[in-house]
């Protein structure tokens, strides 16, 4: 049996979550089908039949997917269910959104956020805010599965592109929900979870003002994403967006550097899958220490500047 992968997508480009949720998939086994379903995705569907290991990609468009509401977009899914043994998606907004509706219709249970296959039938995936490893083995004829893709590397190109093939939407609409508007922050810096080097902020730097005059600056010289502690948004100094943790966005870059994080083991579980963790805080018994490559017992209003004269000469 095959599987089928839901892609997360613009329209115009696909996201990098859903090369690395290929490669969860790969590790299952079998024909791997990509699902693009929007408006006017075109673009996204050729992108999607670039990547390695895809036999085929399904390419839905119409107005009832234009912006991934999830009743229309699960209904599509379990339409087409009865030829896949396993649907994956990422850990995404509209993995999260759609794949639990589309498990509740097939009756069966999900198994989400894995971090490791183990087998067709068996993943590892992380509870207590990641401080356990949970192995599940489903016994369900159907495996509809969400996957951490920041345990997983991004598939690759492959030389010959998969067939797009086209499917009928007319049937699918709701009256469950309707699009009104979408809020969308804008940014030059490089999107959070797709970041190779993110630079944090904590409740230490005492105000908003104080997290733009000494991040930004900074992360701008790095090219960086900026993160924060849940403890920094609640306080207001940065937006919701940017908050990095179990309540926020699960990251993995190649260089985390957390600035007046204590470490909390809630914001841990976001972030702690880093290649390298650079802590520098005052408190020398402070969590993050105790995972962290490099670690500063230093004040962040002195080094950051410092770092960002250093980095400015080079």
């Known amino acids: 049996m095959a599987i089928l992968l839901l892609a997360d997508h613009d329209g115009n480009h696909l996201s990098d979550q859903t090369a690395k949720t290929l490669t969860a998939a790969t590790q299952i086994g079998g024909d791997i089908h990509i699902l693009v379903a929007g408006k006017d995705a075109k673009a996204a569907a050729d992108a999607a ?11 839905a468009e119409g107005e009832a997917f234009g912006h991934s509401l999830a009743e229309p977009l699960a209904e599509l899914i379990y339409s087409i269910a009865a030829d896949y043994e396993t649907i994956i998606a990422a850990a995404s907004s509209t993995g999260k959104n759609v794949i639990p509706r589309v498990a509740a219709l097939l009756d069966v249970a999900q198994v989400s956020e894995i971090i490791e296959v183990v087998s067709s039938d068996t993943f590892r995936r992380p509870i207590y805010a ?171 209003f002195e080094v950051l500047p410092e770092f960002q004269r250093q980095i400015t000469k080079v």
């Open 49 to 59: 039949a670039k990547l390695s290991d895809v036999s085929k990609v399904l390419l």
């Open 130 to 300: 990641g401080n356990a490893i949970q192995t599940v083995q489903t016994t369900d004829s159907k495996k509809v599965i969400t996957v951490r893709t920041a345990s997983f590397s991004q598939a690759s190109s492959q030389g010959l592109p998969a067939a797009v093939e086209e499917i009928s939407t007319a049937a699918f609409s709701s009256d469950l929900s309707r699009f009104v508007t979408d809020v969308l922050s804008t940014s030059e810096r490089p999107e959070l979870t797709s970041a190779k080097i993110i630079i944090s902020g904590g409740r230490a730097l005492g105000s908003s003002e104080k997290f733009k005059e000494v991040i930004l600056p900074v992360a701008d010289k790095l090219g960086a994403a900026v993160g924060a502690s849940r403890a920094a948004v609640d306080a207001g100094f940065a937006p919701n967006d940017c908050q990095v943790g179990q309540t926020g966005k699960v990251v993995a870059p190649d260089l985390y550097i957390a600035c007046g994080i204590s470490g909390a083991i809630q914001h841990l579980a976001g972030m702690k899958d880093s290649k390298v963790i650079v802590a520098i805080n005052k408190d020398e018994e402070a969590p993050i220490f105790q995972i962290a490559d490099y670690g500063l017992v230093a004040d962040l």
